[in-house]
């Protein structure tokens, strides 16, 4: 038997207003879009005719040919970077593909960009990407082509660094599979992800590892060594042992690493999809325009639910209070979830409720999807006096000490501890991913600088002396354009607070894979939390 009823839309998608937020929403997309644009080819393209000319393929052309036939890839962290120094993408894919039916997390380093040289922000993305593998047992493939760290930033990387070679063998220990396939150099620091990985392919008379190459061994201890001598393919199979499989060419590289995944025989250890996966009564594709393009006008989080969820079904869990938190149960793509939405703050009846739902979906060790359309906790005297810091501390310890896997879809605002309560990113969700639209910062950038521009008058006020009203309003303007910039997605996106925006339209397949992805692990609730304040 499904779960739940099915859910009725009142979206008029024929209506001026849907039609007019729709185009704004598309206007949003557009802009990601041409950023994403430009990741594929960011080196500039002489740097991928270059590669074209050596023979090798592109990064994604390796991964498309390496996942099975007619299967999707969800990408992660695309735009990592954005808006920083580094260039977008830092140079590395990464995401998950299914690889001889085994799903499986898959990077690769870009050589058009820097060689494949890593900085700051490609150390972060691998870091995340380690824990994603690491949480969801994942077997981890390399598809390894760098010239090491960017060595201009050593001194913002190489402290930092060593911690991606201690989480590589510590996905080993954890019984998680590891092959790094060499194309291209292996160098210095980067010599050690081969070194310690559980398998490892080295491409003919292309694929290279050594602690220092000729011009640094030349320089310390007066050897002229040419490379493949040093740390060729050939070298590596027959002498030294770091190769376990001689590739011929790039795709026979591709060949052996199915090959090695097919004897994996790597079993699932969740109960995976067990309701009827069938498609939502309306439209995912309308999803672009369901939610608000200006996060300040609400909107009924039940339309995202009509249109994500297995047949528009939906039990809902205390339907009747607080109805600005909307919780219950149901299915994506056949796998039981629980689903939290907001419509709009928080108030102590809704962080009650949302408390209990989630100690209920730890009970029955259920999936919990968060949906983020929230601007915080409710604040004021009544609020206060009603125990909304108390009750509000029971969602976060619900949250907190909730140990079934948690995702998170921000398809609004996420202000202040309304983040925290719908378990944000620093509550370890396993992905994130957020809409085009989406804002999140402390609050709302016009609230802030309000706020900002409050303290600066009892200040003056406090040592009597006279607001200067110009001065004053160019600082709360700058402050208000200044928050404006750093609470939207792209912001968010490129300093890695989320696993990539996505097209509204994709969340349903997007939010099945990460479901999947996680079913490749135990999926078991908590059955302890810490003291709560009654």
């Known amino acids: 038997m499904s779960i739940g009823t099915p859910l009725r839309s009142k979206l008029d998608t024929a209506s001026d207003d849907y039609r007019r937020n729709l185009?704004?929403?598309?206007?949003?997309?557009?802009?990601?879009?041409?950023?994403?644009?430009?990741?594929?080819?960011?080196?500039?393209?002489?740097?991928?005719?270059?590669?074209?000319?050596?023979?090798?393929?592109?990064?994604r052309e390796r991964i498309e040919a390496l996942i099975d036939p007619d299967t999707p890839f969800l990408e992660l962290s695309a735009l990592a970077a954005w808006g920083t120094q580094d260039p977008v993408g830092v140079g590395v894919v990464q995401g998950i593909g299914v690889i001889e039916g085994v799903e499986c997390a898959i990077t690769g380093t870009d050589m058009s960009v820097k060689g494949g040289a890593a900085n700051p922000t490609t150390w972060k993305k691998g870091q995340r990407f380690h824990e994603i593998a690491r949480e969801n047992r994942l077997p981890l493939i390399n598809l390894n082509e760098s010239a090491g760290a960017d060595l201009p930033r050593q001194a913002d990387l190489f402290i930092q660094g060593g911690a991606s070679f201690k989480a590589?063998?510590?996905?080993?220990?954890?019984?998680?599979?590891?092959?790094?396939?060499?194309?291209?150099?292996?160098?210095?620091?980067?010599?050690?992800?081969?070194?310690?990985?559980?398998?490892?392919?080295?491409?003919?008379?292309?694929?290279?590892?050594?602690?220092?190459?000729?011009?640094?061994?030349?320089?310390?201890?007066?050897?002229?060594?040419?490379?493949?001598?040093?740390?060729?393919?050939?070298?590596?199979?027959?002498?030294?042992?770091?190769?376990?499989?001689?590739?011929?060419?790039?795709?026979?590289?591709?060949?052996?690493?199915?090959?090695?995944?097919?004897?994996?025989?790597?079993?699932?250890?969740?109960?995976?999809?067990?309701?009827?996966?069938?498609?939502?009564?309306?439209?995912?594709?309308?999803?672009?325009?369901?939610?608000?393009?200006?996060?300040?006008?609400?909107?009924?989080?039940?339309?995202?639910?009509?249109?994500?969820?297995?047949?528009?079904?939906?039990?809902?869990?205390?339907?009747?209070?607080?109805?600005?938190?909307?919780?219950?149960?149901?299915?994506?793509?056949?796998?039981?979830?629980?689903?939290?939405?907001?419509?709009?703050?928080?108030?102590?009846?809704?962080?009650?409720?949302?408390?209990?739902?989630?100690?209920?979906?730890?009970?029955?060790?259920?999936?919990?999807?968060?949906?983020?359309?929230?601007?915080?906790?409710?604040?004021g005297s009544k609020a206060e006096q009603g125990g909304i810091i108390r009750n509000g501390a029971k969602m976060i310890n619900a949250v907190s000490n909730s140990e079934v896997p948690h995702f998170n879809l921000m398809v609004g605002a996420s202000y202040g501890?309304?983040?925290?309560?719908?378990?944000?990113?620093?509550?370890?969700?396993?992905?994130?991913?957020?809409?085009?639209?989406?804002?999140?910062?402390?609050?709302?950038?016009?609230?802030?600088?309000?706020?900002?521009?409050?303290?600066?008058?009892?200040?003056?006020?406090?040592?009597?002396?006279?607001?200067?009203?110009?001065?004053?309003?160019?600082?709360t303007s700058a402050l208000e354009a200044q928050i404006e910039g750093e609470s939207t997605a792209l912001y968010s996106t490129g300093r890695l607070w989320d696993d990539g925006i996505i097209h509204p339209g994709d969340s349903r397949t997007v939010m099945g894979m990460a479901l999947s992805a996680a079913h490749s692990n135990v999926v078991q609730g908590a059955t302890e939390y810490g003291v709560w304040r009654h």
């Open 23 to 59: 185009a704004e929403m598309q206007s949003m997309w557009d802009e990601v879009a041409a950023v994403m644009d430009t990741v594929p080819t960011i080196g500039g393209q002489r740097y991928v005719d270059r590669h074209r000319k050596r023979g090798k393929m592109l990064v």
């Open 168 to 379: 590589l063998t510590r996905l080993s220990k954890a019984g998680i599979p590891t092959i790094t396939a060499a194309f291209g150099p292996n160098t210095a620091g980067g010599a050690y992800t081969p070194g310690m990985s559980d398998y490892t392919v080295f491409v003919k008379e292309a694929g290279t590892a050594y602690l220092g190459g000729p011009p640094l061994v030349k320089m310390a201890i007066d050897e002229i060594v040419d490379e493949e001598t040093l740390g060729g393919a050939d070298m590596h199979s027959r002498t030294s042992g770091l190769s376990d499989y001689l590739a011929q060419d790039e795709m026979d590289a591709l060949r052996i690493i199915r090959q090695i995944v097919r004897h994996l025989q790597w079993k699932k250890l969740g109960p995976g999809a067990t309701e009827p996966a069938d498609d939502p009564l309306y439209d995912p594709a309308e999803l672009l325009g369901c939610a608000s393009a200006d996060v300040r006008i609400p909107f009924d989080i039940r339309e995202v639910y009509t249109r994500l969820l297995d047949g528009s079904r939906f039990e809902e869990f205390k339907a009747l209070i607080g109805d600005k938190l909307v919780c219950g149960w149901a299915s994506i793509h056949g796998f039981p979830v629980g689903v939290i939405g907001n419509n709009g703050i928080l108030f102590s009846e809704e962080a009650k409720k949302g408390a209990q739902f989630i100690q209920l979906c730890n009970k029955m060790s259920v999936p919990i999807v968060f949906l983020h359309n929230i601007t915080g906790f409710m604040v």
């Open 417 to 475: 501890a309304g983040n925290y309560g719908m378990a944000g990113k620093s509550y370890d969700p396993r992905f994130i991913f957020t809409w085009p639209n989406h804002r999140i910062a402390v609050m709302g950038p016009k609230q802030l600088a309000g706020v900002m521009d409050i303290i600066a008058r009892n200040s003056a006020a406090g040592r009597g002396a006279e607001v200067d009203e110009e001065a004053l309003l160019a600082q």
